[in-house]
């Protein structure tokens, strides 16, 4: 379009020339008067869209958001930027780096919002996207949270859902976590099998323990810890004292990141309680200390 524009204006220009004069009122200035044209903006994808297919780069070419209304396997809930020393990098952050944790703690906080209750809760998945590195040269800084839904516990594969997940953890939700029966095998949880907490079941989900800035070694070194930590979450749970006595009551269970989550900032643990001597048939939320007695 804007060499089109140019021949116009030569060829009028040699018109004009040919008759040595100009028509009155005209302004033989033919390059003053053409407003500039508008700097290009750069790509940056949309909050409140839904997926058919994963990313794990942002592709212009692979944006093709359909409505959450229809079958989907993520939904962007969350579009933040990127600032500082992360911005100035000449690639995207890569899987480990400040930039990526930086990312990530701003989409567990916005993705928290979104569906209400710690997303970590239930079977949910929050994946953070970068553009294409040939976006980041045009100055693309930008990063999606995307949330998907995840078939279980045991099985983070990704499922395919229907309707926002706005919300998706208040109220009634089937995909929050809540009573299991664990499999053993040879004394170690193979899987743990979600139940109804009316039926006969061993343990419960009762939240998520925020493990510290260390590293993935030290972690996994110190699982006396973790355990202790689960065991506050379990007192606060079922509203008996946080004291010795609680680990007679109950056992814990937990969940924690992969060694790469963790690198990337992921620092939730998931926590369960476990009574191994018999089976129960109820929440034990707020249940107190005769429901769930010294043994």
């Not at 033989?28 to 297919?53: I, K, M, Q």
């Not at 030290?218 to 006396?224: E, I, K, V, W």
């Amino acid at each position: 379009m804007r060499r089109w524009w140019t021949a116009v204006a030569v060829g009028a220009a040699t018109v004009l020339g040919l008759t040595g004069c100009a028509p009155a009122g005209l302004d033989t200035e033919l390059t003053d008067d053409w407003p500039a044209f508008a700097a290009a903006e750069a790509f940056v994808p949309d909050a409140g869209v839904c997926h058919a297919a994963l990313q794990d780069v942002g592709y212009l070419s692979a944006y093709n958001p359909v409505d959450c209304g229809q079958s989907h396997r993520a939904e962007t809930v969350h579009v933040g930027t990127l600032s500082g020393a992360a911005a100035q990098r000449s690639t995207p952050p890569p899987s480990g780096s400040a930039g990526m944790r930086a990312a990530r703690a701003e989409c567990d906080r916005a993705v928290d919002k979104a569906v209400g209750a710690n997303w970590r809760s239930g079977r949910l998945g929050v994946g953070v996207v970068f553009p294409s590195p040939a976006a980041w040269t045009g100055g693309a800084r930008w990063f999606r949270c995307d949330v998907s839904e995840l078939q279980s516990l045991d099985d983070p594969a990704v499922q395919l859902r229907t309707g926002s997940v706005r919300g998706a953890l208040t109220g009634d939700s089937e995909l929050a976590h809540r009573c299991f029966e664990p499999k053993l095998v040879k004394d170690d949880i193979d899987e743990m099998v979600p139940a109804s907490c009316t039926a006969r079941h061993h343990a419960e989900f009762v939240g998520v323990y925020q493990a510290p800035d260390v590293t993935y070694a030290q972690f996994t070194g110190s699982t006396l810890a973790t355990h202790k930590a689960c065991r506050k979450l379990i007192a606060k749970y079922t509203k008996v004292p946080d004291n010795s006595d609680l680990q007679y009551r109950a056992g814990t269970i937990f969940y924690h990141p992969f060694e790469q989550e963790w690198k990337d900032g992921n620092r939730g643990v998931q926590c369960f309680l476990w009574v191994s001597d018999r089976a129960l048939t109820r929440s034990l939320k707020g249940a107190g200390t005769k429901a769930l007695p010294v043994r």
